[in-house]
């Protein structure tokens, strides 16, 4: 194959804890040079000029065609997540393959990767789902499929389907503790939520707002104290999955100061968007913002983006999980449901980095371009064992690059969505930023804001267990 080469000239390119005017050369798939004035023969120059340029996102928490604790599968194929991923800045992206009781998690893990091979436009890795946890599946399954490159599991503390109990906890942190693996967790108090769903169901409260009470922080605090705890016995650190409370930020917060070596994440939308939201005047529109834990108080959003700021909070995903606005989706159930029987989820692979950028950009928030860079793009590659190939502009990295327009001035609108939900829960939020351009391994995968791969194009990217956290 002939190599190819690539100049892009005088962006300004955020790179390790710098940023500065330069150019990069890019030799086949990996960045070859950097400096200002390169004057490398290319196939290729792209002029940045007045551009920002960023590592390609990495956006290491989003449900992808996966079937869900509601029974139903995401509202979209690898290629619609993958396409929406790419358009706002990503280029690399940890779904999940989901084992349910009963399932083989080879089997799961194994058609997994049938799909996101065919469709993915991005790389890839994946987050496996333990809802099942036999004998079998945690110690001979498991340590297969880690030395085989997935080392990272998911396990939730609530959720009918997906809930494990306590003992299997532990066995899955020491397995993984054994194996090498990261354990990720969505950490609520189970009974907690199930008995709140009782009481506002049976008392008549049971429209899309709601939700909201039905998930009190108390669970979230209880939860994140409990799996600290956890992690802390058995020395295996874990990924504590979309913190939305202030409570919950302060359990994260002493949990670290105790020295836990543990992460913690949150999302778009606990940063951004408010429970007002789910209080609709046609009451059914409140669904499109239903998602666990729920999005909660501006108050809340406030404390989070403190807990960014002084690296309490590690890294920002979109959770995206998306649910098409009808029957299918999230009114699977019926034309009227009540708060319970509306799948958890929105969409988000599109939003996140464009809506981050803008805060960063706009001055909202104390974080820097280069903070931005590291919690969307650098801490998910380390902690999930995709460093340095991902997540830095960095010689002999993988040549994933954005290029941001950052001057612009669009209102995000339902006509942008290219994934599967058919709506955009940040419709009419103004934003100054949009991605240019941007590079897989060398290759333009969207320009202007058009798709220019084929479906399959994404790798599968093997991890282990980071060495660089
Ligand atoms: O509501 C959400 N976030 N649904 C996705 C499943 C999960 O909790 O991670
Ligand atoms: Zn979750
Ligand atoms: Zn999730």
Redesign the pocket.
Known sequence: MPSQRLLIKNGTVAYSNNIQKMDIFILDDKISKMGRDLSEEADKIIDATDKLVLPGGVDS?C?IEQK??SGLINSDTFHSATSAAALGGNTTVIP?AAQYAGDSLIEVVNNYHGLANRGSIVDYSMHMIIAGPSDDVITRELPKLILEGHSSI?I?MT?DRLKIDDTNILKILNQARISGAMVSV?AENHEMITNKVKELIEGGFDSPKYHTDSHPVEGEVDAFRRIIKMSDETKQPVMI??VSSEQGLKEIEAGKKRGVKFFAET?TQYLTLNSHLLDQEKINDGAKW????PIRSPSDSKALWIGLEDNTLDLVTS?H?PYSFDSNGKFFKGDNPNFKEI????PGLQWRLPILLDKVINKNCDLDILDFVRITSTMPAKVYGLYPSKGEIKIGSDADITIWDTKLNITLSDNMVVDGSKYNPYSGMNICCWPNEVILRGNTIVKDNLIKSKPGSGKFLSTKLSEYI
Do not use: E, L, Q
């Open positions: 928490h449900h869900s604790a999940f998911k939730f959720y969505h999955f979309h999302c239903i998602c666990s834990p959770d999980a799948p958890n989820g929105m």
